[in-house]
C-alpha cells in the first residue's frame, strides 16, 4: 500500500489540509510512509499490481470522501463511488481488501506506538531528579502535595499509596496472539531502525527482515480458527507480565524513590513503597461463562504461580552475578552467618555447591543459595522449597541488612532491593484471582442445598457452586491467602445477596476451622441497584462474618462499581451521574462506621463501558471517595495497549499513581465538592432529560430486533475473541440479558458509538444556557470528563457510514431518532467545547483518529455490504458456501475496524 497521502483534513470542511500533514510529526509521518510502502511491495508481490490497485483506488475514494465530509450528510459523491467500486469487488476480491486494510492499520498503530516511545524517551532525557517530567508524574503530584499538606503528611501520603489494576479477559482482543506477536517482530525491527541509525548492509537487512514479517502478518488469518480457552486467556495475560510487568512494577518504584532521595538515592533505605498490586478475573470470573469451572480456576492459579516463582528466580540469579563482594571487604553479619547454618542444615549439598562457587564472598554465597531455593519451589521440592513469600522476604532481608551493616549499602539497595520489591508486588501467586459469580446463581444454589442437603442430590451448578469455595480454600492452602480471597457478587441487590457468599461457604466447608479467608465484594451495576447500594451495605455490617473481618483487616470494605450495564440500563450521561453520586454516598457511610474503603471501578476499554484517560476520571471523583485507593478493571482490549510496551507501561500506572494521590489533595477535593453543589440542578436536568430520551429509543417497540438488524450483533457472537458468550442465554428479544460487551461493540461497529453518547444532545439542549454549560465545562471536572469522552466517541462516529447501517432495518423512525440525536449531539458538544470539530482542542489524539478514520470506512463500506448480503439471504437465495464466505468476510471487517477504532468493546 502506497502511503504518500495518509493524513486526512481535521476539518470537516476540508480547509487546512495541508496544516493537517504539517501536524503530524515528521518521524512519525515518515514511519507509516515505509510501513504502507512495504505494505504495497507485498501486497503486489502476492496478488499482483490489480490487487493493489484496487486497495490504492479504495484508499484514495475514502480519503476524498473524509475531506468533503458534510455533517448534514449532503456531499457524498466520493463516497457514493467508493460504495460502487466495493460493490463490484468479487467476495474473494473484498477479503483482500479488507486484509490489506487490517494490516495497514496493525502498522499505523505500531507507528504511533513506537512513535509515543520516541516521545517518552526523548522527554526523559531532558529530565532530571529536579525537575519533574510532567505535571501529571508522580513527582509533580508529590510536590503539589508537599504545598498543601507539608512534607511529612505527603510522604505518608505516598507510602499509603495503592494502584490494583485487575485483568479481565472480556472483550479480549479482537485480533489473535499470533498477530499480535507479528506485530512486536515489525515493531521491533522498527525501533532497530530508528535507535541504531542503521545504513549499508545493515539496512537492507532490516528491510528485508520488515518484508518478510509484513509479509508474515498478510498471510496470517487475522481470525481465529476457534475461540480461546479460559487458560489460553491466561496464557496471554501472562505474557505480559513476563515481557513488561516483572520488570516495570519496581522500576516505577526506583523512579518515585530517585525523585524521593535525590542525591541520597540507593545510599538510603527507600522512601517509596511498593504500591501496585495486581490482581486477575481471568479464570476467576464464573458469571455467565460456564467455561470458568473449579478445575479451571485452580490450574489459573497454577499457572500464574509457575510464572511468578520462576521470574523471581531469574531475578534472583541476575542479584547472583552482582553481588560478588569479598568477606574482608564486606564481612558477613552474625544473623547472615546464622542464615548460612541454616541454610547448610537444609541442604549440604546446595549449600556446598554455593560455597565453592563463591569462596570467601558470603553475601553471593546465601543469595546462591535462595536462588536454588526458588528452583526447588519451582518444582515442586517440598524439602528445600520456600513454604511462603513471606520466609523469602526474610531471608532477603537478612542478606540486605548484612550489607549494610558492611558499610555497603549500594548493593544493599540496588539490584537486591529490586528483587525485594518485586517479592513483595508478586509473591508467588504473582496476581490476586477474584471469583465473580452472579447473585441469582448464588440463590438457586441455596435453595437446592436446603432442598437436598449438601449430600444430596444436588443440581450440576450447586455442585460447581461449592466446588468453587474448595478451590479458594485450596489456592489459599498452596500459595497464601493474598492468593485469592475476594469473592464479587454480581447483580448485588438486596442484603441477602451478601449474606449468601458467607451461608454457601458453610456449606462447603461445616469445619469453620478448614474454611478460606473470603471477602465478599459487592457489585452495584444497574441504575436501581446503585440507589439502593448504601441500604444494602448498612445491612452487610450486620453479618457476624462481615464484622470479623473488620476487625481482622483494620476495617477495610471493598465496593464494586459496574460502568456497563448501568450505561445499558439508563443512558451514558445518567449512568455517569449516578455512579458519581453513588460514590458519593459510598463514600459518607464509609466515613460514618470508621471504614477505610476502596471502590473498584468496572471500567471497561470502550467509552460506553466506562472507558477513557483513567487518571483524568480519578480527578474527578468526588471527595472522600479515594483517600490514595484506586482500583479497577483492565479489558483485555487494554492490556496490551497499556502494559505491553515497557515506557508506555511505566508512563500509564505513574499517570494513574498520579492521580490517584492527587485526587484527595485538599485543593481538588474543594474544587469536586464546589462543583458537585453548585452544579446540583443541572445535573438532575440533565439526568432527567437524557434518561427519558434513551429510554424513548431502547423501550420502543421491536427495538431489540431492530438493533440486531442494523448492527452485527449476531455475527460478533460469532467471531471467536474470547471465552465467555455473547449473551446471558436469552434471546435477542430482550436486552436484559445482553452483555454490555456486544450492546457497546456492535453499535461501535455500525460506526454510532451511541453507547457512548445517546441522549445528550437532547439534554444540553433542553438545559439551553450555552454560558452555564460552558463554566460547568470549565469549573466541573466531572462534567468535563463526560464531555471529553463523549468528544471521543463522536469523533469516531460518522452519520454517512451510520445511515448505511440504518438502512439495514426497516424502521426509519428509530433510524431517524439515532440520527437526530447524533446530529444535536454533536451540535451541542462543540458549542460548549468551543471547536469546530470533535477533538480540535486534543492534537494528539485527534490527529490519532484523523489518521484512521477514512480506512476504517473501507472498512466500514465492505462489512455493510456483506452485512446487507446476509440480511437479504433468504429473499436472495445464497448458497450455503456463499453465505458461509459472506460471514467469513464480515468477521475479517470486524477485526480490522477494531484495529483502526482501537477499540472493540
Known sequence: MTVTDTEPTPDPSGAGRGLARHDVPDQLRDDVRLLGGLLGTVLTESGG????????????????????????????????????????????????????????????????????????????????????????????????????????????????????????????????????QGIRRISRLLEERDTLHLGGPSLAENERAMLASIDALWRTSPIRAAKPTVLDEVKTALGVFESTMFETFPTVYRRLDDWLLKDQAGRQEPLARPFVSLGSWIGGDRDGNPNVTSEVTRAAAALASERAVAALRGSADEVVARITLDQDGTPASPALLALRQRQRQLSPEASDHADAESPSEP??????????????????????????????????????????????????????????????????????????????????????????????????????????????????????????????????????????????????????????????????????DLNNSVDILESMLELPEVQARLAENGRKVEVMLGYSDSSKDVGPVSATLSLHDAQQRIAQWAQRHDIALTLFHGRGGALGRGGGPANRAVLAQPPGSVEGRFKLTEQGEVILARYGDKDIAERHIEQVAAATLLQSAPSVEKRNAEA??????????????????????????????????????????????????????????????????????????????????????????????????????????????????????????????????????????????????????????????????????????????????????????????????????????????????????????????????????
Open 676 to 905: 458537585t453543589a453548585r452544579f446540583a440542578d443541572m445535573a438532575a436536568e440533565l439526568d432527567r432529560t437524557s434518561r427519558t430520551r434513551f429510554h424513548e429509543l431502547v423501550r420502543a417497540d421491536g427495538f431489540p430486533q431492530w438493533f440486531a438488524e442494523v448492527t452485527p450483533l449476531e455475527e460478533v457472537g460469532l467471531l471467536p475473541i474470547g471465552s465467555r458468550p455473547a449473551k446471558r442465554g436469552l434471546s435477542v428479544n430482550s436486552l436484559d440479558d445482553l452483555r454490555a460487551i456486544p450492546w457497546v461493540f456492535s453499535w461501535s461497529q455500525a460506526r454510532i458509538n451511541l453507547a457512548g453518547w445517546y441522549g445528550l444532545g437532547t439534554a444540553l439542549r433542553d438545559f439551553g444556557d450555552v454560558e452555564e454549560l460552558r463554566r460547568a465545562h470549565q469549573e466541573w471536572p466531572l462534567f468535563a470528563t463526560l464531555l471529553d469522552n463523549v468528544e471521543m466517541s463522536l469523533a469516531k462516529t460518522d452519520a454517512r457510514i451510520a445511515e448505511r447501517y440504518l438502512a439495514l432495518g426497516d424502521r426509519a423512525d428509530l433510524a431517524e431518532m439515532v440520527l437526530t440525536e447524533l446530529r444535536l449531539t454533536r451540535e451541542w458538544v462543540l458549542k460548549i467545547t468551543g471547536s469546530r470539530w470533535p477533538l480540535q482542542q486534543r492534537r494528539v489524539l485527534g490527529r490519532a483518529v484523523q489518521l484512521r478514520s477514512p480506512y476504517v470506512d473501507a472498512l466500514s463500506l465492505i462489512q455493510v455490504r456483506a452485512l446487507a448480503a446476509l440480511r437479504n439471504g433468504n429473499d436472495d437465495g445464497l448458497s450455503e458456501a456463499t453465505t458461509d464466505q459472506l460471514r467469513h468476510l464480515l468477521l475479517l471487517t470486524v477485526n480490522g475496524v477494531s484495529a483502526g477504532l482501537q477499540n472493540t468493546g
Open 363 to 528: 553475601h553471593r554465597a546465601a543469595l546462591m543459595f535462595v536462588a536454588a531455593r526458588l528452583e526447588a519451589t519451582h518444582a515442586r521440592d517440598a524439602d528445600l522449597s520456600y513454604p511462603s513469600p513471606e520466609e523469602l522476604e526474610a531471608d532477603l532481608r537478612v542478606i540486605q541488612e548484612s550489607l549494610l551493616a558492611a558499610g555497603a549499602p549500594r548493593a544493599a539497595y540496588g539490584s537486591l532491593q529490586n528483587l525485594l520489591w518485586q517479592v513483595q508486588t508478586f509473591g508467588f501467586h504473582l496476581a490476586e484471582l477474584e471469583v465473580r459469580q452472579h447473585s441469582q446463581v448464588h440463590a438457586a444454589a441455596l435453595a437446592d442445598l436446603e432442598e437436598h442437603g449438601v449430600h444430596g442430590d444436588l443440581a450440576p451448578m450447586t455442585r460447581e457452586v461449592l466446588d468453587t469455595y474448595r478451590a479458594i480454600g485450596s489456592v489459599q492452602k498452596r500459595y497464601g491467602i493474598r492468593a485469592a480471597r475476594r469473592y464479587v457478587v454480581s447483580f448485588t441487590q438486596a442484603p441477602e445477596h451478601m449474606a449468601a457468599v458467607y451461608r454457601l461457604a458453610r456449606y462447603a466447608f461445616p469445619d469453620p476451622a478448614d474454611a478460606p479467608v473470603i471477602d465478599a465484594v459487592p457489585l452495584f451495576e444497574t441504575f436501581d
Open 49 to 180: 499490481q490489480a490487487l493493489l490497485d484496487d486497495v490504492e483506488r479504495l484508499r484514495e475514494l475514502v480519503i476524498e470522501a473524509y475531506d468533503e465530509y458534510d455533517p448534514s450528510g449532503e456531499n457524498q459523491g466520493a463516497l457514493e463511488e467508493a460504495e460502487g467500486l466495493v460493490a463490484g469487488f468479487s467476495l474473494e476480491r473484498a477479503e483482500q481488501v479488507a486484509r490489506a486494510f487490517t494490516c495497514y492499520f496493525h502498522l499505523a498503530n505500531l507507528a504511533e506506538e513506537f512513535h509515543r516511545v520516541r516521545v517518552l524517551r526523548e522527554r526523559e532525557s531532558r529530565t532530571t531528579t529536579v525537575v519533574a517530567a510532567s505535571d501529571d508524574s508522580l513527582p509533580a503530584a508529590f510536590e503539589q502535595l508537599v504545598g498543601e499538606v507539608g512534607h511529612d503528611e505527603a510522604l505518608r501520603r505516598v507510602q499509603a499509596l495503592e494502584f490494583r489494576p485487575v485483568l479481565t479477559a472480556h472483550p479480549t482482543e479482537a485480533r489473535r496472539r499470533a498477530v499480535s
